[in-house]
C-alpha cells in the first residue's frame, strides 16, 4: 500500500502517524497520547513559525559546505538553528515532569539531553560566526560528546537504571555483561552523530524522527510497564515535535534544525532507549540512520586502507552519506526524502509485529 503512494509529503506522514496514534491508542485505552502529540505538534508548528521571522533579523543562516552537491549551493542563506524551537518546549517539559515525579531517570535523561543541546547550538553558533559550514571541530565534537556519554553511562550503570540484559522479546533476552559500557556508548553517541549526517536533504532527519519517535513510545507501551509509561509519552510529545517542525522544513525547506536539532534528537533516541531497554527496537526503527551512518564509515575507511596501500584513496559512493550519493545519481531530494520515509516507516512496522511475534 506505502509503495503505491505516488506523493508521499508532509501531509501524507502527518496523516499516517496521526491515524497510527489514533489506533494505538485506542488500542491501550489511552488517548493522553493523541492529546500529547498534538498538544506539541501545535507548539512546534507555532514556534518554529514565529521563530523563523527572528532568526531571520538575527541573521543565523545556514553556510553550505563546499565539497558537497553543487545543487546545494541554492540553500545557502537559509535560516538555521531551529533545533532551538523543538528542543526547548520538549527540555521544558521534561523538566516540569522531572519535578513533579522526581525520577533519577528523568533527571539523568534531562541533563544528557541538555548536554547535547549545548553541543550542538555551539557548533551551530560557531559555524555561523565564522561563516564556514564546520563549527567545532570533528575531534573536539567527539570528545565532548564522549564526556557526557561516559557520565551518563557511569550514572545510570551505578544507579541500576540501564540493564545489561537486552530484552529482544519477553521471553528472549542477551546477558551483555560487561559489554554494555560500549554497546551503550556505541547507542548514545552513534544515534546522535547517526541523525546528524541523515540531516543532509530537507525533512528528511524531521520525518524520520517523527516516525522512529512514535516507534518507540509504542514499543514502551507494549511492555506494559507502569514506571515507562512517561517514557512513551516523551516519545510521542517528540514525535508531534519533529512533525511540527516539518512542515517548515519539508522540501523547500524554510529552515533547518542544524546540530542543535539533530545531535540532541539522536541524544534523545538513544538515552530513552537505553533507560527503558528498548535498544534492540530501536536499532530497527532507525535503521535508516544507521544505514547513512554505514555508508560513511565504509566510504572514509575504503578510502584511508586503498590510499595507505595503493596512494590513492578510492571511494564507493560518489558521496557520502547515501542520500549525497543517490542525488548525484540524478535521483531527484524529494524523492529521496520520500522513499526514506517509507523505507522508515515500513522498518516501524517491522519492528512492531517482531515484538508481538517473537
Request: charged content about 15%; some cysteine.
Amino acid at each position: 500500500m506505502i509503495g503505491k503512494i505516488k506523493k508521499f509529503n508532509f501531509k501524507s506522514l502527518l496523516i499516517l502517524n496521526t491515524f497510527a496514534l489514533i489506533v494505538t491508542s485506542y488500542f491501550f485505552d489511552n488517548f493522553i497520547l493523541i492529546g500529547v502529540f498534538t498538544l506539541f505538534f501545535f507548539i512546534s508548528l507555532l514556534i518554529t513559525k514565529n521563530g523563523l521571522e527572528r532568526i531571520i533579523k538575527l541573521n543565523l543562516l545556514q553556510n553550505i559546505r563546499s565539497e558537497g552537491p553543487t545543487n546545494h549551493y541554492k540553500k545557502s542563506d537559509t535560516p538555521t538553528m531551529g533545533g532551538i524551537f523543538m528542543m526547548i518546549p520538549f527540555l521544558i517539559f521534561l523538566l516540569i515532569i522531572t519535578a513533579s515525579l522526581g525520577s533519577q531517570k528523568l533527571f539523568l535523561l534531562l541533563l544528557t539531553i541538555f548536554g547535547f543541546f549545548i553541543i550542538g547550538f555551539l557548533d551551530d553558533y560557531l559555524s555561523i560566526k565564522k561563516k564556514d559550514n564546520t563549527g567545532l571541530k570533528t575531534k573536539e565534537k567527539f570528545a565532548l560528546q564522549s564526556i557526557i556519554s561516559i557520565i551518563f553511562i557511569l550514572l545510570a550503570y551505578e544507579k541500576n537504571l540501564i540493564n545489561p540484559l537486552i530484552t529482544i522479546s519477553g521471553s528472549w533476552e542477551i546477558d551483555t555483561s560487561f559489554f554494555i559500557f560500549p554497546i551503550s556508548f556505541l547507542v548514545l553517541v552513534g544515534m546522535s552523530n547517526s541523525v546528524n549526517l541523515t540531516d543532509g536533504l530537507d525533512g528528511l532527519a524531521a520525518g524520520c524522527s517523527g516516525l522512529v519517535f512514535y516507534g518507540l513510545g509504542t514499543e514502551i507501551l507494549m511492555k506494559e510497564q507502569k514506571e515507562l509509561f512517561v517514557f512513551s509519552v516523551l516519545c510521542y510529545s517528540m514525535s508531534g515535535i519533529c512533525l511540527g517542525f516539518l512542515k517548515y522544513n519539508s522540501y523547500p525547506a524554510k529552515i533547518f534544525m542544524g546540530d542543535t536539532g539533530s545531535l540532541s534528537i539522536g541524544a534523545i533516541m538513544g538515552s530513552i532507549a537505553l533507560l527503558t531497554n528498548s535498544v534492540f527496537t530501536l536499532s530497527i526503527f532507525s535503521g535508516i540512520f544507521i544505514i547513512e551512518s554505514i555508508s560513511v564509515i565504509i566510504q572514509v575507511g575504503i578510502f584511508k586502507i586503498t590510499k595507505k596501500f595503493f596512494h590513492k584513496g578510492k571511494r564507493i559512493f560518489l558521496m557520502a552519506p547515501l542520500h549525497h550519493h543517490l542525488e548525484l545519481k540524478g535521483v531527484k531530494e524529494e524523492k529521496i526524502v520520500e522513499n526514506f520515509w517509507k523505507i522508515n516507516t515500513l522498518l516501524i512496522i517491522l519492528g512492531i509485529v517482531l515484538k508481538i511475534k517473537i
